[in-house]
């Protein structure tokens, strides 16, 4: 007997960067090319996807707060299924499905071509290849001594099969940003081992698509009236280098040069070992491609760089900044840092102060460190954190750095994150000690929200 086709109101809800958010719109596509609808509104869907992220703490905490707040419609509105996808889902599918009942499927990264099924009950919603992330049993019953009672217990993230989905040209997708630009994805995954990033567990290992694909998408895209393209990945730099293709990136960027309609070639996340002379002669050499450098640095410290696991010191850095800027002339320099590492001193920070002013980039973003389970990236080498789970703050305090053992004052020193009003504003804040275990908060702290909170109006739900 045939299956009834029944057309579903879909919403999403696309949190983290823009890797997750082409996810999205990827998810999006394959539910429209299979008949449903796509709905801004999220009191009027179906069925709802909420599209997570779990690169820091923060960003799951946002996670889970959609996914409450998407619960909600579920309970007093007209959507009958919930669908939790991307990097939370990736890394805590079974204590999400255990936890918050309202979820109906869960489908980690490497499964957003499954997105239909998810969508319309069909086939096995659980991942047969992952065992469940338990690190403590669920209480009976939750009280209010679970939040900070707890005796710490040993436990590692389950190993499992890592991610390999990508996308390629003849994949559908329903673009979310304004028509004038869209991001492309290159590759997926890191090769790399950064002590402080969790990315290649969640992503997989680093794989380029072809360059035929991506120009391919490049050309559709065009045709659709974008402008800009955003080139992504998590090292863009490092495209091709996988599938032993030597100077693919400079050969790409000189081909997207000849796609007519558009305008503006943009690169973001470079890494500062794959920036290469062909690829610097192609930005400055090709009119479309914007003498914009995208450099993520971390930090400026030898020491701190080497227990963050990454390349290069002070001087290979001003070496490479001065290479940049002699073959790309009038070159935009961006990037990011990470503050209050485990281990980081004040001279250590006193030099990082020193190579943003003598450097003076254009554009600077600030992180304070966020400690991640499974991560070796605590002095000694250990990670001291082995119980915390997803549910990392909900309104019960958030993991701290803990101070340096070099330091005696007791505080990290922190740089406020992301404003450009704030950027450059310092402070003192007193860390403290992270907490030995959130799964036992997790069950109470649902409960109370759900009990004592109203649950305000959605976030926007992308169409």
Request: with cysteine.
């Given at each position: 007997m045939a299956r009834e086709e029944v057309v579903l109101k879909i919403g999403l809800v696309?949190?983290?960067?823009?890797?997750?958010?082409?996810?999205?719109?990827?998810?999006?596509?394959?539910?429209?090319?299979?008949?449903h609808e796509i709905t801004a509104d999220a009191?009027?869907?179906?069925?709802?996807?909420?599209n997570t992220c779990a690169f820091i703490d923060n960003a799951k905490q946002e996670s889970i707060d959609a996914i409450l707040e998407m619960a909600q419609h579920k309970?007093?509105?007209?959507?009958?299924?919930?669908?939790?996808?991307?990097?939370?889902a990736e890394r805590y599918r079974d204590e999400l499905r255990k936890e918050i009942p309202e979820i109906d499927a869960v489908l980690g990264t490497g499964e957003v071509g499954d997105i239909v099924g998810a969508l319309e009950a069909r086939g096995a919603m659980r991942d047969a290849r992952s065992e469940p992330l338990r690190f403590h049993r669920k209480p009976s019953a939750p009280r209010a001594s679970d939040l900070g009672s707890s005796a710490p217990r040993a436990s590692r993230l389950a190993p499992r099969e890592l991610p390999t989905y990508i996308y390629d040209a003849d994949t559908p997708r329903i673009l979310?940003?304004?028509?004038?630009?869209?991001?492309?994805?290159?590759?997926?995954?890191?090769?790399?081992?950064?002590?402080?990033?969790?990315?290649?567990?969640?992503?997989?290992?680093?794989?380029?698509?072809?360059?035929?694909?991506?120009?391919?998408?490049?050309?559709?895209?065009?045709?659709?009236?974008?402008?800009?393209?955003?080139?992504?990945?998590?090292?863009?730099?490092?495209?091709?280098?996988?599938?032993?293709?030597?100077?693919?990136?400079a050969a790409l960027l000189r081909e997207l040069n000849g796609v007519d309609g558009l305008e503006w070639?943009?690169?973001?996340?470079?890494?500062?070992?794959?920036?290469?002379?062909?690829?610097?002669?192609?930005?400055?050499?090709?009119?479309?491609?914007?003498?914009?450098?995208?450099?993520?640095?971390?930090?400026?410290?030898?020491?701190?760089?080497?227990?963050?696991?990454?390349?290069?010191?002070?001087?290979?850095?001003?070496?490479?900044?001065?290479?940049?800027?002699?073959?790309?002339?009038?070159?935009?320099?961006?990037?990011?840092?990470?503050?209050?590492?485990?281990?980081?001193?004040?001279?250590?920070?006193?030099?990082?102060?020193?190579?943003?002013?003598?450097?003076?980039?254009?554009?600077?973003?600030?992180?304070?460190?966020?400690?991640?389970?499974?991560?070796?990236?605590?002095?000694?080498?250990?990670?001291?954190?082995?119980?915390?789970?997803?549910?990392?703050?909900?309104?019960?305090?958030?993991?701290?750095h803990q101070p340096s053992p070099k330091r005696s004052d007791g505080k990290a020193r922190v740089i406020a994150t992301m404003s450009s009003a704030e950027i450059a504003t310092m402070m003192n804040a007193t860390a403290e000690p992270a907490p030995k275990s959130y799964i036992e908060k997790l069950s109470f702290q649902i409960w109370k929200e759900r009990s004592v909170v109203a649950v305000p109006g959605p976030p926007p739900v992308m169409a």
């Open positions: 696309s949190l983290g960067c823009p890797k997750n958010l082409v996810d999205g719109e990827v998810m999006l596509g394959l539910a429209q090319q299979a008949g009191g009027d869907a179906d069925v709802i996807v909420v309970r007093n509105g007209r959507t009958s299924r919930l669908v939790v996808t991307g990097c939370l979310t940003t304004p028509k004038h630009f869209a991001y492309v994805k290159i590759a997926e995954g890191c090769d790399y081992t950064c002590a402080f990033c969790i990315i290649p567990t969640l992503r997989g290992a680093y794989r380029s698509r072809t360059r035929e694909s991506i120009v391919a998408e490049a050309r559709a895209l065009a045709a659709r009236g974008v402008k800009e393209l955003l080139l992504i990945s998590q090292d863009t730099t490092f495209y091709g280098i996988d599938r032993q293709e030597r100077g693919a990136l070639i943009r690169m973001l996340y470079l890494y500062p070992t794959t920036i290469t002379d062909e690829v610097l002669a192609a930005m400055a050499e090709c009119e479309k491609v914007c003498n914009y450098v995208d450099l993520p640095l971390q930090h400026a410290s030898a020491d701190v760089l080497k227990r963050m696991r990454r390349p290069g010191n002070r001087q290979t850095y001003d070496k490479l900044l001065a290479r940049i800027r002699d073959r790309v002339p009038g070159v935009t320099l961006r990037t990011t840092f990470i503050v209050g590492f485990p281990g980081e001193t004040e001279d250590d920070f006193a030099q990082l102060e020193e190579f943003v002013e003598d450097t003076a980039f254009d554009h600077i973003g600030v992180f304070t460190y966020s400690h991640e389970e499974g991560k070796h990236d605590r002095p000694g080498g250990e990670d001291q954190d082995q119980d915390r789970s997803c549910c990392g703050k909900y309104g019960v305090g958030g993991p701290a």
